[in-house]
T-cell receptor, first 110, second 118 residues
Framework: GQQVMQIPQYQHVQEGEDFTTYCNSS?????IQWYKQRPGGHPVFLIQ?????EVKKQKRLTFQFGEAKKNSSLHITATQTTDVGTYFC??????????FGQGTRLTINP | GAVVSQHPSWVICKSGTSVKIECRSL??????MFWYRQFPKQSLMLMAT?????????EQGVEKDKFLINHASLTLSTLTVTSAHPEDSSFYIC??????????????FGSGTRLTVV
């Protein structure tokens, strides 16, 4: 079945450093979504990528969708303490079901 | 934006009892809702798809008789953990998507229910 692999599992950075998490799917994705979950909280939708090679930016966050629509990345420039949390990518399985990657837990040393 | 309300936020119950968790879409209608389970420091695992007016669809390995799902209206889905045991202790989260809204909107998640079975 469809699997979404995400690396790294953990990432610890100094405040101000950059951060990147990568997602790979075993099958072509119709689209990919990214979510952020703060410690003790619930996932919050960040963005959806649909087109092959698509790049979207949200302030310091840059999201990319691979040309083959099998991989994606999230890059955060100059991390801040408010960026702490776990970042999940998720692909759509079947009609509507979200299949989540394992998540990358980001911690930041202020 | 779309809001999903989930109650209770946390619950402690005795082993062998049942616990009901509610998930409501507050400002949109959701013909489909999803129930996830999340263990500490792990990802979200889809348990079942809740369909309004029909039976839920369970993922492989999820016991439908243990995790009863009811979706009686377009704004309410409930998950009942029956005969709970300590291994059922987990974080349960529901989600829904406003299908009438923009297609670029993601899924909205409830705040989750932390279940502890003692």
């Amino acid at each position: 079945g469809q699997q979404v692999m995400q690396i790294p599992q953990y990432q610890h950075v100094q405040e101000g450093e950059d951060f990147t998490t990568y997602c790979n799917s075993s099958t072509t994705l119709s689209n990919i979504q990214w979510y952020k979950q703060r410690p003790g909280g619930h996932p919050v939708f960040l963005i959806q990528l649909v087109k092959s090679g698509e790049v979207k930016k949200q302030k310091r966050l840059t999201f990319q969708f691979g040309e083959a629509k099998k991989n994606s990345s999230l890059h955060i420039t100059a991390t801040q303490t408010t960026d702490v949390g776990t970042y999940f990518c998720a692909g759509i399985k079947g009609a509507q079901k979200l299949v989540f990657g394992q998540g990358t837990r980001l911690t930041i040393n202020p | 934006g779309a809001v999903v309300s989930q109650h209770p936020s946390w619950v402690i119950c005795k082993s062998g009892t049942s616990v009901k968790i509610e998930c409501r879409s507050l400002d949109f209608q959701a013909t489909t809702m999803f129930w996830y389970r999340q263990f500490p420091k792990q990802s979200l695992m889809l348990m079942a798809t809740s369909n309004e007016g029909s039976k839920a669809t369970y993922e492989q390995g999820v016991e439908k008789d243990k995790f009863l799902i009811n979706h009686a209206s377009l704004t309410l889905s409930t998950l009942t953990v029956t005969s709970a045991h300590p291994e059922d202790s987990s974080f349960y989260i529901c989600s829904a998507r406003d299908s009438v809204g923009l297609s670029s909107h993601g899924y909205t998640f409830g705040s989750g229910t932390r279940l502890t079975v003692v």
